[in-house]
């Protein structure tokens, strides 16, 4: 793993853990989304192959191994899913409460 993959999965995952100790829903879905997106990033970034040959085949050239890339494919389609469905939940509950603040929303009561 280069020092640039590193760095970007360091600071995507950072800036999702702060987003997560935030009080907005937006900004916890916001940075759900950004810590996952980091840990894509790190797969895909382990999933290289160092020799620089392919793993199932003799042939020649940089090659990476598709079956990490087929996971980190069906990894962030997922992602966008739930990144989907947070956002509408929290779209909803900001209509029916006229709030985000998750602070307020736990004294809510049945």
Known sequence: MT????VAVGLL???GCYQLLGRDLLRIAFGIYMAFNG?????MALGTVPTGAAPFA???GPYVD???QAMVLTA???GFGLATFLLILAARLAQARNTLDAEAMRR???
């Open 3 to 6: 020092a640039v993959y590193a």
């Open 13 to 15: 995952f950072t800036i």
């Open 39 to 43: 840990v894509n990033l790190l797969i």
């Open 58 to 60: 003799q042939l020649r």
């Open 66 to 68: 598709p079956l990490v």
């Open 76 to 78: 962030i389609v997922i």
């Open 108 to 110: 809510w009561r049945r």
